[in-house]
C-alpha cells in the first residue's frame, strides 16, 4: 500500500533555532499534502493544506510565517518550524492525498509523525 | 464549526471481550465518517469508512453505522486481541472539502 515517510521521528531543539520537518510519499505522488499537530489528549489539529508547486492553504490561527510549508515536488513537502519556542513542542504529522484521488472518498496516507521538543 | 467528540481513554479490556468506542459528530452539511487506528510507533491508517446515512463501514472484524439520526458512528467489535491495542480516531470530512476533523483518539488496551 501507499506509503509516507516522515523524518525525523523525533527531534529536540534549542529555543530560537529552526527545526525541519521531512514529509515524503514514497510509492505515489501527491498533489496535496496536509501537516496536522497534536498536542497531548488532544485531537489532531489540521495547520495547512500543502499543494505541489504553490503557496500552503494555512487554518485559522496558524503562523504562516513561523510555519514554513514547501511542496517542491509531487514526493515531498517539508515544514519548517522557525524560531521554535518550548510552547512550539508537539507531535506534528504529515498526510498525503495520491494523484487523483477525489476530495473526500479516498483515504490519507500518513507519516508515523515527529515528536518535536523545544528546550 | 465541525467537530468530533469520542469517549476518552484509555479504554482496558481482556481479550474476546466486546468493544464500543463512541463517536458522535457535530457537522453543517453531510459528512463521510472515518475510523482511523494508529498501532504503536507507526502512521495512522484507515480502518473503516461510512460516506452516507446507513452505511455501515467494516474492515477486520471492526464496525460502524452513520446514524444521522443521533449523529452517531461507534465503533464495535466482537472480540478483541491483544493485537488491535492502539488509538483509533473518529474523523470526519465535509462534502466537497479535503480536509479531515479528528477526535482525541481513544487508547486501546487489550491484555492476554
Known amino acids: 500500500g501507499a506509503v509516507v515517510s516522515q523524518h525525523p521521528s523525533r527531534v529536540i531543539c534549542k529555543s530560537g533555532t529552526s527545526v525541519k520537518i521531512e514529509c515524503r510519499s514514497l510509492d505515489f505522488q501527491a498533489t496535496t499534502m496536509f501537516w496536522y499537530r497534536q498536542f497531548p489528549k488532544q485531537s489532531l489539529m489540521l495547520m495547512a493544506t500543502s499543494n505541489e508547486g504553490s503557496k500552503a492553504t494555512y487554518e485559522q490561527g496558524v503562523e504562516k510565517d513561523k510555519f514554513l510549508i514547501n511542496h517542491a515536488s509531487l514526493t515531498l513537502s517539508t515544514l519548517t518550524v522557525t524560531s521554535a519556542h518550548p510552547e512550539d513542542s508537539s507531535f506534528y504529522i504529515c498526510s498525503a492525498r495520491s494523484w487523483g484521488g477525489s476530495s473526500y472518498n479516498s483515504p490519507l496516507h500518513f507519516g508515523n509523525g515527529t515528536r518535536l521538543t523545544v528546550t | 464549526g465541525n467537530s468530533v467528540t469520542q469517549m476518552e481513554g484509555p479504554v482496558t479490556l481482556s481479550e474476546e471481550a466486546f468493544l464500543t468506542i463512541n463517536c458522535t459528530y457535530t457537522?453543517?452539511?453531510?459528512?463521510?465518517l472515518f475510523w482511523y487506528v494508529q498501532y504503536p510507533g507507526e502512521g495512522l491508517q484507515l480502518l473503516l469508512k461510512?460516506?452516507?446515512?446507513?452505511d455501515k463501514g467494516s474492515n477486520k472484524g471492526f464496525e460502524a453505522t452513520y446514524r444521522k439520526e443521533t449523529t452517531s458512528f461507534h465503533l464495535e467489535k466482537g472480540s478483541v486481541q491483544v493485537s488491535d491495542s492502539a488509538v483509533y480516531f473518529c474523523?470526519?470530512?465535509?462534502?466537497?472539502?479535503?480536509?479531515?476533523?479528528f477526535g482525541t483518539g481513544t487508547r486501546l488496551l487489550v491484555s492476554p
Open positions: 474523523a470526519l470530512s465535509e462534502t466537497g472539502f479535503q480536509k479531515l476533523v
Open positions: 461510512a460516506t452516507k446515512a446507513d
Open positions: 457537522a453543517t452539511g453531510y459528512p463521510s
